[in-house]
């Protein structure tokens, strides 16, 4: 398997998908629909929508097509960036290495393509799989779960209460990264599986691998602010120490970071391994995530 040239054809299925599917920027209102698309297309890893697909490509082909699952994902996840870094929360200019929404907006502006974003991502799979209500009950119930209060959101709130800390515990820090990133990693992953008609033991085992990754993700994310800079990463690095959070790095220390991140990478390959064809790209995009740069 030629790992890099599948992980680009996936990625520019992503690409179109986001391109045809999304409101035009001439939509009224221009400003909004311009907002949506801005943040949207400025790039970044389509990690969600590629596992998601990746995940799906792992069963037999019945004849749907996930794509509207995956620029679903990617809306959800963008909105969640738009929001996060709003004044009210993370404050930060830059993201996907352009200026942030608000930034190249304004703050209202970018609060409402973060809004119209999320509940676009409903639509999207209420429409795209509206011949296949079952499966659309599921993506939608999976969307929703993964991006609620007791998950992305949750994660978030409790990120920001224990900024307001002096030093937050392990399980605290677990409990916020496990919501915060692994939920929407794990939620690309059995949407997938959904799309691919997986049995419920194979959607558990997406399930687990999604958590490890998700984990594995998160730590490598803390070493990154930690060592790399904000040009490489196309955000601000350096921002958990200046603003005394507590992150893996901080609990454990670089070096004892990397072999946590190594061993959640590890937990979700062997996940992979058990699914039909033992899922090849699945396994090298762990092990490429797990040696990310940004
Ligand atoms: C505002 C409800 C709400 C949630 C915000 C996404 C988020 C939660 C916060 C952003 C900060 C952060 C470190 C989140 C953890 C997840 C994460 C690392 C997101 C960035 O995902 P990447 O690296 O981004 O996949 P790209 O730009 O490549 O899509």
């Given at each position: 398997m030629d790992f890099p040239s599948e992980l680009k054809i996936y990625i520019s299925r992503v690409e179109a998908g986001i391109e045809r599917l999304l409101p035009p920027a001439s939509a009224r209102p221009a400003r909004l629909h311009a907002a949506m698309r801005y943040?949207?297309?400025?790039?970044?890893?389509?990690?969600?929508?590629?596992?998601?697909?990746?995940?799906?490509?792992?069963?037999?082909?019945?004849?749907?097509?996930?794509?509207?699952?995956?620029?679903?994902?990617?809306c959800l996840h963008t909105y969640s960036l738009i929001h996060d870094d709003l004044p009210c929360m993370d404050n930060d200019d830059l993201r996907r290495g352009r200026p942030t929404a608000h930034k190249a907006f304004d703050e209202a502006t970018a609060l409402l393509a973060g809004d119209a974003l999320l509940?676009?991502?409903?639509?999207?799979?209420?429409?795209g799989f509206?011949?296949?209500?079952?499966?659309?009950?599921?993506?939608?119930?999976?969307?929703?779960?993964?991006?609620?209060?007791?998950?992305l959101i949750g994660g978030q709130m409790e990120d920001l209460l224990a900024e307001k800390k002096a030093d937050a515990t392990a399980d605290e820090l677990e409990f916020i990264h496990l919501n915060k990133t692994a939920a929407m990693i794990e939620a690309a992953l059995v949407m997938g599986g959904l799309c691919g008609g997986a049995s419920k033991?194979?959607?558990s085992v997406l399930r687990a691998a999604g958590r490890n990754l998700g984990l594995a993700f998160q730590i490598n994310d803390d070493i990154l602010d930690a060592t790399a800079d904000s040009a490489t990463l196309g955000k601000t690095a350096g921002k958990d120490a200046a603003a005394g959070k507590t992150t893996y790095v901080k609990l454990h220390g670089i070096e004892a970071s990397r072999v946590m991140a190594a061993k959640h990478t590890a937990a979700a390959v062997s996940e992979f391994q058990k699914l039909p064809g033992r899922a090849p790209f699945l396994v090298a995009l762990a092990d490429t995530m797990g040696r990310r740069s940004k």
């Open positions: 943040s949207l297309q400025a790039g970044g890893k389509r990690l969600r929508p590629v596992l998601l697909l990746a995940a799906a490509d792992c069963f037999p082909p019945d004849g749907g097509d996930p794509l509207p699952a995956a620029v679903a994902i990617e509940t676009f991502a409903f639509a999207l799979v209420a429409e509206a011949g296949h209500p079952a499966l659309a009950h599921g993506l939608l119930r999976e969307l929703g779960d993964a991006g609620g209060s007791k998950r033991q194979q959607i």
